[in-house]
């Protein structure tokens, strides 16, 4: 059905249509329209599912990992300092081989308390062993909610899917929504390990360094292996619904001089920057890097690029600039914007561009020659 | 690309106008974003909200700095905020007043949106409701056409005073 919504809206749809058996979840801005929406579905009988209201962040992913292992899909979802408190039991989940999916709405961490958009609250959780994917319209919000479900319960992968839409430009933007039938798209959950009472085991026992590594070299093999997995759900996905996605989506980067590479809603708005760069003689193309656990194979050979980064690692630099110039090589123009929802335009993105100076770093608003 | 920028105080309605608009387009077969600005506001206090509508697909999530037509839902707003900043040239303001209002710029259209909400008795928490009579008016105008502003109001609310109200507005909107 063709409708408007949110991108808080978008997430509850999908989970409506993956049909959880147990969502576990405590609210948080701009993330509490999601589980609102699905406790109401819950409710009024849309969705049969167990939702357990938790009294934190750090449980509701705990009754996630006990329903997951227990033979159940699970969701939750999250937003910044909800996220950071889960954080010891998002390990353990990966590391439980959980299938588990998770909305996160990007917002900054305090203080000084903000509830808009960033992405660090994410980058936080990258070496987690989860798979992190960014979305930059309210379709893919939901498009990538049902994928990931997907992608995390393959046999070759087993580990839980983080989506990730920014706090309010995403969140609580209303666009267009096309919901699906999704049939079969979704094949009954299956978890290898579930817990058999008719064959008792244990689960996270003690496990030497005789063996350690070697679970931890299984989550390394699985994610690499995700990236084929993720390529053919996501062809299988456009087979039946008519939308395509990839690792990334490039816009005009054909026989662009200078690649623009942003998350989320920048990576959207960057296409409107191309189009005035274009206009103005320069070839310019945008790189919206969508999946950054499995980090992609990039080809930006022989261009420019121009890294936003709405995140940052202090003592170091901005977190995409530095993932790109170690995949890469390439030396990017590192612009620092967008940090706690900070006001960024596609005028303003354009000029990233235009007062390009590859390998350096600019922190919008801050340096005088941006 | 047609930009609108809504000027309200919290509590008024302001994000559901910008959202019913977005819907009305949305029915006319348009493309069209609602994007409200969430800022540390309270009620009562000045918010504004923004609309996209074209006829592409829209890819900008940045707020409305050049805004082609400016809702003022409450006129005292423009004691305290420029409503009429960034206004385009040639662009169109609608103030719910039942007077003109002196330091408009461009077309400046005026209903009272306020008392037609209160003559359907569309009141809630003591305050009237004043984004679904506002769709009237913006069809009036042009923006969208009638039969999706009700379409819109109908789907978002499931009582008949809203579509008078739209229609009443429709009828009194004086430039």
């Known amino acids: 059905m063709l409708t408007i919504a949110t991108g808080n809206r978008a997430v509850a749809e999908a989970v409506k249509a993956a049909k959880p058996g147990v969502i576990a979840a405590y609210p948080i801005t701009p993330q509490t329209e999601i589980v609102e929406q699905i406790a109401d579905y819950v409710t009024t009988g849309d969705l049969d599912s167990r939702y357990i209201p938790v009294e934190s962040e750090h449980s509701a992913m705990a009754a996630c990992i006990g329903a997951s292992v227990g033979g159940v899909r699970t969701f939750t979802a999250t937003s910044s300092h909800g996220l950071l408190y889960m954080h010891e039991m998002i390990h353990w989940a990966a590391g439980g ?6 909305a996160n709405v990007n917002r900054a961490l305090g203080p000084g308390w903000n509830t808009w958009a960033e992405h660090t609250d994410a980058f936080s959780q990258r070496d987690t062993g989860w798979l992190q994917v960014y979305v930059g319209t309210v379709q893919e919000a939901y498009d990538a909610t049902l994928m990931a479900f997907r992608i995390a319960e393959d046999e070759r992968v087993l580990l839980p899917v983080m989506v990730n839409l920014d706090g309010f430009s995403l969140s609580h933007i209303t666009q267009s929504l096309e919901t699906e039938e999704i049939g079969d ?11 058999d009472t008719e064959n008792p085991r244990g689960y996270g026992p003690m496990t030497g360094p005789d063996n350690y590594y070697r679970f931890r070299w299984d989550i390394e093999r699985s994610m690499r292996d995700a990236r084929d997995v993720i390529a053919e759900v996501e062809s299988e996905f456009a087979d039946r619904f008519g939308r395509s996605y990839g690792p990334t989506e490039e816009y005009r980067c054909e026989d662009a001089d200078v690649v623009v590479i942003a998350l989320g809603t920048f990576g959207k708005e960057a296409e409107v920057a191309v189009d005035r760069l274009r206009d103005e003689g320069i070839r310019a193309g945008s790189m919206r890097l969508r999946w950054f656990r499995p980090f992609p194979d990039l080809d930006l050979s022989g261009r420019e690029v121009v890294v936003i980064d709405r995140d940052y690692s202090f003592g170091f630099g901005g977190v995409v600039a530095h993932s790109i110039r170690a995949k890469t090589g390439i030396e990017p123009y590192s612009v620092i914007a967008g940090l706690g929802g900070q006001e960024v335009t596609y ?15 600019t922190w919008f608003g801050v340096n005088d020659h941006v | 690309m047609y930009e609108v920028r809504i000027h309200s105080r919290g509590g008024q309605g302001g994000v559901t106008a ?11 077969g348009k493309h069209a974003t609602a994007c409200p600005f969430y800022g540390a506001e309270r009620r009562g206090a000045p918010v504004v909200s923004f609309v996209r509508i074209d006829d592409e697909p829209i890819k900008v999530y940045s707020q409305i700095h050049e805004p082609d037509l400016v809702i003022v839902l409450d006129a005292s707003i423009m004691d305290v905020v420029d409503v009429l900043e960034g206004l385009k040239d040639g662009g169109t303001v609608l103030l719910n007043s039942a007077h003109p209002v002196d330091g408009c710029r461009g077309t400046c259209y005026h209903v009272d949106l306020t008392g037609i909400a209160l003559a359907q008795n569309l009141v809630v928490a003591g305050s009237p409701i004043l984004n679904t009579p506002v769709l009237g008016a913006l069809a009036k105008m042009g923006v969208i056409t009638l039969p999706s502003a009700l379409q819109a109001i109908r789907e978002m609310f499931d009582d008949e005073r809203n579509v008078k109200a739209a229609v009443a507005a429709y009828e009194e909107l004086k430039v």
Do not use: C, Q, S, T
């Open chain 1, 97 to 102: 081989r959980l299938p588990i999916v998770m």
């Open chain 1, 185 to 195: 798209f979704l094949p009954p959950y299956h978890l290898p390990h579930a817990i």
């Open chain 1, 347 to 361: 005028n303003d993105i354009a000029d990233f561009v235009r007062g390009r100076r590859p390998g350096e770093e």
């Open chain 2, 18 to 28: 910008a959202k019913l608009l977005a819907l009305a387009a949305f029915r006319d």
